[in-house]
């Protein structure tokens, strides 16, 4: 089955790094477009970041400059390093893998979410 895996998520003071990371198994990774999401208590989940199955890349304009997204087709895994982080960087972070089937129709798989608090 499929399964996306993610991690490196804790707690980290405003100005600090951290680096996300997203382990799929069960699709063929290479294919899909792979995005980060964001979500805070009380508010719908936000695109962060994503990757296309080429390697073009976009970015939220909220953490531009300072979010960089990658993936390693080879290992399976997505990557968000996450730099100058801000107490609003608070969130659940989500790996999502999509892979558009028809004009009108998109396969979705989520992972099960990391914790990412900024605090001093």
């Known amino acids: 089955q499929v399964q996306l895996v993610e991690s490196g998520g804790g707690l980290v003071q405003p100005g600090g790094s951290l680096r996300l990371s997203c382990a799929a198994s069960?699709?063929?990774?290479?294919?899909?477009?792979m995005d980060w999401y964001r979500q805070t208590s009380g508010k719908p989940r936000e695109l962060v970041a994503g990757?296309?199955?080429?390697?073009?890349?976009n970015y939220a304009d909220s953490v531009k400059g300072r979010f960089t997204i990658s993936r390693d087709n080879a290992k399976n895994t997505m990557y968000l390093q996450m730099n100058s982080l801000k107490p609003e960087d608070t969130a659940v972070y989500y790996c999502n893998a999509n892979l558009r089937t028809s004009v009108f129709s998109r396969t979705d798989y989520w992972g099960q979410g990391t914790q990412v608090t900024v605090s001093s």
């Open positions: 069960g699709i063929r990774f290479s294919i899909f477009a």
């Open positions: 990757i296309s199955s080429g390697g073009s890349t």
